[in-house]
């Protein structure tokens, strides 16, 4: 049963990387070809500021163009264009 589990543990880390590295590539070529690798999405932020007596103040700010990548993964420092589809508001906790 531990021989099993050790190979199912290796085959799913071998295939993730495998999809991140064949992610990058993809980005990678739309690059080089300059085939739309970069989007920009409206994202709102609001601060959420932590008071004394255990509540939370919300502040929301204006929207922004947050730059990302038209990809699966996060790459080159930004996120994927999808994600920021799908979460428009960001929260910034002080």
């Known amino acids: 049963m531990k021989k099993v589990l050790g190979i199912s543990t290796l085959v799913i ?3 993730a990387a495998l999809t991140y590295s064949a992610d990058y590539a993809v980005l990678r ?3 080089a070809r300059n085939l739309t690798p970069y989007g920009t999405e409206t994202v ?3 601060y959420a500021i932590s008071e004394k007596n255990q509540r939370t103040e919300y502040v929301y700010g204006s929207t922004q163009q947050q730059p990302c990548v038209n990809s ?3 790459h080159l420092g930004m996120s994927p264009c999808w994600y920021l589809r799908r ?3 960001q929260e910034i906790h002080i």
């Open 44 to 46: 709102r932020q609001y």
């Open 72 to 74: 699966l993964f996060g």
């Open 29 to 31: 070529v739309r690059i």
């Open 13 to 15: 880390v071998a295939l």
């Open 87 to 89: 979460h428009p508001d």
